[in-house]
């Protein structure tokens, strides 16, 4: 990708179960955000954690940052099957690059 | 509030044909702008983004080209579409004047070039 990669690539658990969602990127930042897509929809965005911060609570939401690694994770807890869909890491700036996608699977 | 409009949803164009996608944004003023192609199943490939009229800058070489006539009208085109032109384009932007904040994107137009 152009900035950075998710892992992993795909993602089956059970509902109820946590998801965690990997995401390491290439250069410095200012920020780190995560967005999610349904299946054939534009994005929306989920949380944005500030090159400063280490740790981010939104909801079910979890995100922590790295900067020394340039990683990322996401962590959904107590998953729902509305929570299935792609979720993409993106380094905010003037060129918002996104990285791979990881593709969620909640089985009810 | 702000919104942000693309269209068409779906679009099936012959090879060597040209394109037009539109999108434009409402309720705020000198936004970046961004268009993205994501091929199926893959993640978002930064194309074109622009900090105001007039200003484009390409990411990747490629058959496409856009133009921002208008502060919040931004265009990507082409003169004669490829196969490898497929794809699920969006159009995104951002407050420029505000320091971290996110990205708004459209609903995507699905390109089928046949």
């Known amino acids: 990708s152009q900035q950075g990669e998710e892992d992993p690539q795909a993602l089956s658990i059970q509902e109820g179960e946590n998801a965690t969602m990997n995401c390491s990127y290439k250069?410095?930042?200012?920020?780190l955000q995560w967005y999610r897509q349904n299946s054939g929809r534009g994005l929306v965005h989920l949380i944005l954690?500030?090159?400063?911060?280490r740790e981010k609570h939104s909801g079910r939401l979890r995100v922590t940052l790295d900067t020394s690694k340039k990683s990322s994770s996401l962590l959904i807890t107590a998953s729902r099957a509305a929570d299935t869909a792609s979720y993409f890491c993106?380094?905010?700036?003037?060129?918002?690059?996104f990285g791979t996608g990881t593709s969620l699977t909640v089985i009810p | 509030s702000q919104t942000i409009h693309q269209w068409p949803a779906t679009l099936v164009q012959p090879v060597g044909s040209p394109l037009s996608l539109e999108c434009t944004v409402e309720?705020?003023?000198?936004?970046?702008l961004y268009w993205y192609r994501q091929a199926a199943g893959r993640g978002l490939q930064l194309l074109f983004y622009?900090?105001?009229?007039?200003?484009i800058s390409s990411e990747v070489p490629q058959n496409l080209s856009a133009s921002r006539p208008q502060d919040r009208q931004f265009i990507l085109s082409s003169k004669k579409l490829l196969l490898s032109d497929s794809g699920f384009y969006l159009c995104?932007?951002?407050?420029?004047?505000?320091?971290?904040?996110?990205?708004?994107f459209g609903q995507g137009t699905r390109l089928t070039v046949v």
């Open positions: 309720g705020t003023s000198n936004p970046n």
């Open positions: 250069t410095s930042i200012n920020n």
């Open positions: 993106a380094r905010g700036g003037n060129q918002f690059y």
């Open positions: 954690i500030r090159s400063n911060e």
């Open positions: 622009s900090v105001g009229i007039g200003q």
């Open positions: 995104a932007w951002v407050d420029r004047q505000v320091m971290n904040t996110e990205a708004f």
